[in-house]
């Protein structure tokens, strides 16, 4: 009987601390917009300046045309640093290509560096305009 007991008292340490990692996970998930120390990309503004240059490709259709434009996105850089969930919040009207372009660019970040609440790294949604302009002739 004793060690059926002693068994059940391991059972329930076991599911009250999966339940307790369970709960610190919700929170942790827990999407903000504002934190006291936002995400950055690792080197700053110009390192991201850079990577968005040296990634980014320009369509060739609109290009042609001449076209240019502000496509605004967002995406959630988690409590790793890593970017998730990109969407497209605002695109260049009747050229989805810009989309398509700035989805692929997201797709191909490199992790960030968190932000943090209160002293720990939380997940942070962060928004980025990106500008499509062609060189003045």
Not at 76 to 95: E, Q
Request: glycine share 6%; charged share 20%.
């Amino acid at each position: 009987m004793r060690s059926f007991t002693k068994g059940l008292q391991i059972l329930f340490v076991v599911l009250l601390a999966t339940n307790t990692i369970k709960s610190q996970d919700v929170e942790e998930q827990k999407i903000f917009m504002h934190v006291e120390q936002m995400p950055e990309f690792i080197g700053g503004e110009t390192a991201l300046i850079h990577f968005i240059e040296a990634n980014l490709m320009y369509p060739e259709q609109e290009r042609k045309e001449m076209i240019q434009g502000k496509v605004f996105c967002s995406f959630i850089v988690d409590a790793f640093g890593k970017v998730t969930s990109p969407k497209i919040l605002r695109g260049i009207t009747n050229h989805p290509n810009f989309d398509a372009e700035v989805m692929a660019l997201l797709n191909k970040m490199p992790s960030w560096n968190p932000g943090k609440q209160n002293g720990k790294a939380v997940a942070v949604q962060f928004s980025l305009p990106i500008n499509f302009l062609l060189p003045k002739k």
